[in-house]
């Protein structure tokens, strides 16, 4: 062998052995954090018709089984996607009640008179813990068909899901101050926004589904950790399958944030993690 290859050899085996290192590490933290986190809570799933048959039911089941989740909140447009799930794996499915019969009403919805009628009738033969996700802006609120909204969910006890901005959960909240709100996606808002409706409203959670400036390469960034520590009990984890092959990220998702919940204080991780989906339940009687 030349003195030539001897070189390239060696490299090759050096460059081999610093991959392997690297993969080992990396599934040793992923292992490390599923131990840590072993049961999550999603709190934003949803089985909407377009998904039944890409991911049959079953599936469905096993994929969040196989993501470690205690406890997944699923919604679906219409309801019988939430229905199929909830009679195959009830320890598992919290059922959270959907205004959409279908895809595409998400701007139309506030404005179909027929909507509380619908979810009167589901609510009285079925189990839910909430009403949602449905999406309402600032002034939507004041419509009669969210009026009726609130009200169901006030007289069922459960919370409402709901994909909005600060204006509207402002009007939520001035409607009827006993609302519980399980704000999605934060809102899109940004961290001192977050701040400042979290220290209003009390009865006020947020999901994290769909946000990703919270963390950075597996660390929780300052302006969130300062968040998630003043408010240790008000966020809760969500993958948002809003498209059928987001269902392919249920559990990518669950593996990333054991891995961010990591970098927080233990007590809020798993706050975070499981504890506070759990709580939410609870405070509704649940
Ligand atoms: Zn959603």
Known sequence: MTDGKQVRNSAYKHLVLIIVGTLLWWADGLAQAQHNFPGLVDA???????????????????????????????????????????????ALIVPVLRPYRKR????????????????????????????????????????????????????????????SDSDAVENIFSYNPKAVVLWAHSGFENSSEVDRMLSLYPNLWADLAFRFEHERDGRVTSEWRRLFVKYPDRFLLGTDTYTPERWYYVIENADSARVWLQDLPSEVAHNIAWKNAERLMESLGK
């Open 104 to 163: 595409g009403e998400l701007g139309s919805w506030m404005y179909d008179e027929t909507v509380p009628g619908m979810l009167k009738s589901l609510l009285a033969s079925n189990y839910y813990a909430g009403i949602g996700e449905f999406h309402a802006f600032g002034d939507d609120i004041d419509l009669p068909v969210l009026r009726a909204v609130i009200d169901l969910a006030l007289e069922y006890r459960i919370f409402l899901h709901a994909h």
């Open 44 to 90: 934003h799933i949803h089985y909407s018709h377009d998904a039944w048959e890409r991911t049959p039911p079953q599936k469905a089941i096993s994929l969040l089984r196989k993501a470690g989740l205690r406890k997944a909140f699923v919604s679906s447009s219409s309801d019988q996607g939430t229905q199929k799930l909830y009679a195959l794996d009830p």
